[in-house]
Antibody
Framework: EVQLVESGGGLVQPGGSLRLSCAAS????????MHWVRQCPGKGLEWVSA????????VQADSVKGRFTISRDSVKNILYLQMDSLRVEDTALYFC????????????????WGPGTLVTVAS | QSVLTQPSSASGPPGQRVTISCSGN????????VNWYQHLPGTAPKLLIY???QRPSGVPNRFSASKSGTSASLAISGLQSEDEAEYYC???????????FGGGTKVTVL
């Protein structure tokens, strides 16, 4: 059974940092690209970042470019999101999701999602 | 503001048919495939439709979708109370090089 479980969320002050983790199990982690998607309070789903199967390709939304870094550990089967220079508007429930393909792009779809981890940026 | 445009809400009595539209442009829907996700608050979003019209195993055939040009639509026939949720369309945007989601449509069963 495919499982994705996020962790690492919490309360952080503006300007601070946080690293989210997503533990993957039930499938061959190296065979799939992975994504982070967030939902800010009262808002819809917003795509954040994606990484290819072998970490060679990464892409981010403009809203987090230069502040957030996606990475993955193929030995531990964990997806990460390093979040620096956090802003109040980054407050959200963060989901990790599996891409059906090894490389994101045209035809990409997210077939399994985790339940999310909550990040609150406030002073 | 979302690049894909959806109505904010849709509703109908049990058993009714509801449709949700999703409008984009040549860089996203027009040049790629459309996927639909169902999201209930407090739970993981669920893939409902992929590659414009395909249903993953386990998704009831009450859910169907189509795509034409730069627009797509999701239909829910035989509406049931368990269908109350937020529905999102999504696509890859070749111009922006990102995944884009619609703003979401809240479906209410009257």
């Amino acid at each position: 059974e495919v499982q994705l479980v996020e962790s690492g969320g919490g309360l952080v002050q503006p300007g601070g940092s946080l690293r989210l983790s997503c533990a993957a199990s039930g499938f061959t982690f190296d065979d799939f690209a992975m994504h982070w998607v967030r939902q800010c309070p009262g808002k819809g789903l917003e795509w954040v970042s994606a990484i290819s199967w072998n970490s060679a390709d990464r892409v981010q939304a403009d809203s987090v470019k230069g502040r957030f870094t996606i990475s993955r550990d193929s030995v531990k089967n964990i997806l990460y999101l390093q979040m620096d220079s956090l802003r109040v508007e980054d407050t959200a429930l963060y989901f990790c999701a599996r891409d059906k393909k090894i490389l994101y792009g045209s035809g990409t779809y997210l077939d399994f999602w985790g339940p999310g981890t909550l990040v609150t940026v406030a002073s | 503001q979302s690049v894909l445009t959806q109505p904010s809400s849709a509703s109908g009595p049990p058993g009714q048919r509801v449709t949700i539209s999703c409008s984009g442009n040549i860089s996203n829907i027009g040049g790629s495939t459309v996927n639909w996700y169902q999201h209930l608050p407090g739970t993981a979003p669920k893939l409902l439709i992929y590659r414009n019209t395909q249903r993953p195993s386990g998704v009831p055939n009450r859910f169907s979708a189509s795509k034409s040009g730069t627009s797509a639509s999701l239909a829910i026939s035989g509406l049931q109370s368990e269908d109350e949720a937020e529905y999102y369309c999504a696509s890859w945007d070749d111009s922006l090089n990102v995944v884009i989601f619609g703003g979401g449509t809240k479906v209410t069963v009257l």
